[in-house]
């Protein structure tokens, strides 16, 4: 493919990308990424050293700080590893935070409905509903892309929206605990509902399904034949079409599966961390895991050493706000590396060449 942008010079698709540069360019997105932020923070004022020693001092200076950034990645991994498997198919999928939502409002609707049930069956049960929740929500848009060929981008995107306001309208509303002091929360889960931690840290079982979930990812990817036909149909629908492959089915099933990981990231949410819903329930875990997987290169075992990672930013970025540093400090750091990693990729597959020239 070639696009004319000046009268002399053209992009054009790179025919192949070299594993060295499959592996630098991400680094080196992100090393720009600090650079840019670091900028920023030298016109407000701000020491770029200082913050990011803050930055690294909070998130990996400390025992308690190694495991609050353990209890960030682990929604990020599950978040992740759900828009990964979509991106897979060159579905974007950019509903993660929707579909989060709509997974800790299915788990809470659960441990709210039968508290009284033992956690054998209460776990699993906030468990399959938190995925099917999740699942539907982000099946909604994937129907008419499958069938009238609408754009998932927008759709998934709006729709998280609509997801954080029906839990605001439920937290705000119905579902308010009346004995929490006008706190927009639920009233809190019973202990049947909570997920086990280790020892006396907040990590929590979520890690473990994340892991799992990795591996499963891993296998069928790269050894089922429907991991095939998934990447098949990613890479040339007309190829697939072409082999008999059924590419609606796989448009909805991998989108119902994607936003199922997803819902289980907020079921993980609600029952271990917050131990109830409220207003909030996630920072941004769905649009940060976008960032991770394209760092990642949507590789499975990446995506768990990148959410250490931006989990470690997300816990250093309350530290530097303790040493008086705005809460937005670590939002635009978060942009910055997104916008140099696309530009990244972007440089990754396409190559700006001379017209006429070999």
Known sequence: ?????????????????????????????????????GIFFMLTGKNPVTVYTLLFQGAFGSTYGLSETVVKAIPLILAALAVSLAFRMQLWNIGAEGQFYMGAFGATWIAL??????????????????????????????????????????????MNYIAILWVDYLVFGPWKDPHGYNFPNTAPFSPNAILPAFGRTRIHWGLIIGL???????????????????RVCGESPKAAAYAGMNFVRNILLVMFISGGIAGIAGMTEVSAITQRLQQGVSPGYGFTAIIVAWLARLNPWAIIAVSFLLGGLLVGGF???????????????????????LGGEILGQYRLTRKGKE
């Open 1 to 37: 493919m070639q696009v004319n942008i000046m009268k002399n010079w053209q992009i054009e698709k790179r025919g192949s990308v070299s594993k060295l540069m499959q592996f630098v360019v991400p680094l080196l997105s992100l090393l720009l990424g600090l650079i840019f932020a």
């Open 212 to 230: 799992v979930i990795a591996v499963i990812f891993y296998i069928i990817l790269k050894y089922t034949k429907w991991g095939y036909e998934i």
């Open 113 to 158: 409905s039968f508290p009284q049930w033992p956690a054998y069956l209460l776990l699993p049960a906030m468990f399959v509903t938190g995925f099917l929740f999740g699942g539907i929500w982000g099946l909604i848009p994937a129907i008419p892309r499958a069938y009238f060929k609408v754009n998932e981008t927008i759709s998934t995107l709006l």
């Open 319 to 341: 530290s530097i706000q303790t040493s008086g540093f705005p809460a937005a400090t670590v939002s635009m750091l978060q942009g910055a590396i997104l916008f140099f990693v």
